[in-house]
């Protein structure tokens, strides 16, 4: 899997859009980008994935850039629950062979301040 | 059940014991996998099944751990004669596809510690 970069620590207020980057510049074009999150005492949670198109769930968005470089996870109304460690993967989708596992980093602790 | 089910929550073993973790995946899961996250770290991959069998456990960090699923449903984590440097929260996470192309869900994981 490719590596990925990942501020350590962001801030950002209650109410507003929390903007999460990371930089995967030797993702290959087979591999998809995945968010997932940790809040604190809990298992990561599954949060979105895309290949190269904007995505959006109920839970947040995911833009990718043209180049698929780097991408940005946006929740779009911070609350003090996404207070969390959130993950930026990049991997191939299964294909039922091997691990398949997940490769984390250690991710961006972002604190949702009121 | 409604998520993926692991016990006990919390393990306290004194150095050597023997431990067992279990793990009740969400019903019809096909993928397995098992990771170990210690304190301020990203979880790091031990093993996963696929069904019943055992695909890959090159994460195992020694022969003291052992994993198993010997019906393709829960699946036990095993490690002998524990070490302090095996305190760590252990995490399992299943998919119902093989390959978990849509996400794993993962459960809340048990913290071994030990003293």
């Known amino acids: 899997d490719a590596k990925t970069t990942q501020p350590p620590s962001m801030d950002c207020a209650e109410g507003r859009a929390a903007n999460l980057p990371c930089n995967h510049s030797?993702?290959?074009?087979?591999?998809?980008v995945y968010w997932y999150r940790q809040i604190h005492s809990q298992g990561p949670q599954y949060i979105i994935h895309?290949?190269?198109n904007n995505e959006t769930n109920e839970m947040a968005s995911l833009i990718i850039t043209e180049d698929r470089k780097s991408s940005t996870l946006i929740l779009p109304h911070a609350t003090l629950r996404d207070t969390a460690v959130y993950y930026c993967?990049?991997?191939?989708?299964?294909?039922?062979?091997?691990?398949?596992?997940?490769?984390f980093g250690k991710g961006t602790h972002l604190i949702i301040q009121p | 059940g409604a998520g993926v089910s692991q016990s006990p929550r919390y393990k306290v073993a004194k150095r050597g014991q023997d431990v067992a973790l279990r793990c009740d995946p969400i019903?019809?899961?096909?993928?397995l996998f098992w990771y170990q996250q210690a304190l301020g770290q990203g979880p790091e991959f031990l093993t996963y099944?696929?069904?019943?069998?055992?695909?890959?456990k090159s994460g195992l960090p020694s022969d003291r751990f052992f994993a198993e699923r010997p019906e393709g449903s829960v699946s036990t984590l095993k490690i002998q004669r524990t070490q302090q440097e095996d305190s760590a929260v252990y995490l399992c996470?299943?998919?119902?596809?093989?390959?978990?192309?849509?996400?794993?869900?993962f459960g809340s994981g048990t913290r071994l510690t030990v003293v």
């Open positions: 895309g290949l190269k």
């Open positions: 019903s019809g899961h096909v993928s």
């Open positions: 030797t993702i290959s074009g087979n591999e998809y």
């Open positions: 099944f696929q069904n019943e069998a055992q695909l890959d």
């Open positions: 993967i990049v991997r191939v989708a299964g294909s039922g062979g091997g691990a398949d596992g997940l490769t």
């Open positions: 996470a299943s998919s119902f596809q093989m390959g978990g192309s849509y996400g794993y869900t």
